[in-house]
């Protein structure tokens, strides 16, 4: 009886309006790592679902350090979450994190010129970075690499050892996105087999599949048969708050590849007539 009661009151703080309630008490308490990704407790709740998912695949891999990387910078606020979310995330995985963000420094660089960037949205020299006020908030976990990236991450990547687990991208722009996803093709890479990904400019009212950031994300699929990028289909289930709009920003770079040269190592596994296992509801 006691047990059906916490199984009640459990469902019942996920229902509106008591999951707001719930969340407050989640964000006022010491609570697991694990517990505030699943409540959205921190400023930037796609990062923290990102690292963490990145953390237990390289749990599950047996592999002991990863890198994570936001590209598009700008003003540092996002870098600076994601340092944060990759020290909580270490403390409770012990998975070791490396945090390294791209930019180009002194804002968007020069525009393809036509619509595949969406000119009438954005302008060369948007969103410049103060370096100097950055570089003195960031920890000793963080890399910050100022340049074109279409230039500096092919020279920096092959110097990064730990495999690639997490990547946010928000660069706003099909050209710099292009360059973006180089990451997953270039010699030298090192990465999980699933790479969790947030793409921040895929939603918006004028994106669409023939500019920005899901054209670029097309064309990487078409052109390459290692690596394919597809929404993380998942993310939303079993959340408390499924209709959050960073949810649907979310993927997974799937190294096909590797993935077919693994495995189970296990014991076959059997559902009897019994389980509810294998329930998709």
């Keep these: 009886m006691l047990n059906r009661l916490f199984t009640f009151l459990g469902r019942l703080s996920e229902e509106p309006p008591f999951r707001l309630f719930t969340k407050l ?26 690292v ?26 996002g870098l600076l979450a994601l340092e944060e979310i990759a020290g909580w995330v270490e403390a409770e995985t012990k998975v070791r994190i490396a945090v390294y963000g791209f930019d180009a420094g ?13 000119p009438d949205r954005w302008q060369e020299g948007d969103y410049p970075m103060d370096e100097k006020a950055l570089r003195a908030r960031l920890g000793s976990r963080t890399a910050l690499v ?3 990236i279409k230039d500096t991450l092919p020279k920096y990547l092959p110097q990064i050892t730990q495999p690639i687990g997490f990547v946010a991208v928000d660069v706003d722009i099909y050209s710099s996105t292009c360059d973006v996803l180089r990451i997953f093709l270039l010699p030298g890479k090192k990465m999980l087999r699933r790479v969790f990904m947030y793409f921040d400019d895929v939603d918006l009212m004028f994106t669409h599949r023939f500019a920005g950031e899901l054209l670029a994300i097309d064309e990487f699929n078409a052109s390459s048969s290692g690596v394919k990028i597809d929404n993380w289909r998942s993310v939303a289930k079993q ?8 949810l649907n920003r979310m993927y997974i770079a799937h190294d096909l590849e590797a993935i077919s040269r693994m495995r189970p190592r296990r014991d076959r596994k ?3 007539v019994d389980d509810s296992q294998g329930n998709t509801a």
């Design 239 to 246: 959340r408390p708050f499924p209709e959050a709009a960073w």
């Design 25 to 50: 008490l989640v964000k006022a308490f010491p609570v697991s790592v694990r517990t505030k990704a699943r409540w959205d407790v921190a400023s930037r709740p796609q990062y923290l679902a990102g």
């Design 52 to 77: 963490l998912a990145a953390a237990n695949e390289a749990l599950e891999e047996g592999v002991e350090e990863i890198s994570v990387f936001e590209f598009g910078v700008a003003g540092g606020n």
């Design 270 to 272: 059997i559902i009897t």
């Design 146 to 148: 100022l340049g074109n």
């Design 106 to 118: 002194s804002g968007l660089p020069d525009l393809i010129g036509d619509y595949r960037d969406c």
